[in-house]
Nanobody
Framework: QVQLVESGGGLVQAGGSLRLSCAAS????????MGWYRQPPGKQRELVAT???????NFADSVKGRFTISRDNAKSTVALQMNSLKPEDTAVYYC?????????????WGQGTQVTVSS
């Protein structure tokens, strides 16, 4: 099993910035991709950004140009830098890791961290 621990959420005014971090527990499994998803109030969970082991990134259209994602493979960490935040970015943000490891293969999730953007 792999555990993901997030940090960095909070309350910020529109136009401000926040940085989310996520660390995966030590594992012998291959972490193929890591990323962030979010669940706004009353809505379904949605993709924010992902990054593969070799650095390929994917962003939701709504955050392109405002958010960046980075990863440290040696430390099994991923970070999401969020700039020019908008009230519609308010959500619970979840760290995700896709792991290959035999019967343990699959998606793993953090506990979530609240991001609130005030207008």
């Amino acid at each position: 099993q792999v555990q993901l621990v997030e940090s960095g959420g909070g309350l910020v005014q529109a136009g401000g910035s926040l940085r989310l971090s996520c660390a995966a527990s030590k594992t012998t499994f291959s972490i193929v991709a890591m990323g962030w998803y979010r669940q706004p109030p009353g809505k379904q969970r949605e993709l924010v950004a992902t990054i593969t082991y070799d650095g390929r990134t994917n962003f939701a259209d709504s955050v392109k140009g405002r958010f960046t994602i980075s990863r440290d493979n040696a430390k099994s960490t991923v970070a999401l830098q969020m700039n020019s935040l908008k009230p519609e970015d308010t959500a619970v943000y979840y760290c995700n890791a896709y792991i290959i490891g035999g019967i343990n293969s699959g998606d793993y999730w953090g506990q979530g961290t609240q991001v609130t953007v005030s207008s």
